[in-house]
């Protein structure tokens, strides 16, 4: 799954390295436009719907909190 995500967001932004522990909302990485981009495509490529009440920076900061979303949505 973390390589999935991975590729995803390499893909959305390739100009970045989303294998750094760093946040990606507070270093710029990603914005708004990306985070919805993002959940398009989660949603695409695994087969759910991230909840409205769930895109919030936090969950898209890093591969882990990306991971720990799909979880709640019932992705293994």
Do not use: H, T, W, Y
């Amino acid at each position: 799954m973390k390589e999935k995500i991975i590729a995803i967001l390499n893909e959305l932004r390739p100009e970045f390295d989303f294998n750094e522990p760093v946040n990606f909302i507070e270093e710029g990485m990603l914005d708004s436009f990306d985070v919805i981009n993002l959940v398009n495509e989660l949603d695409s490529q695994f087969g759910i719907s991230i909840d409205g009440v769930d895109v919030l920076p936090e969950n898209f900061s890093s591969v882990d909190n990306i991971i720990s979303l799909l979880q709640k949505n019932g992705v293994k």
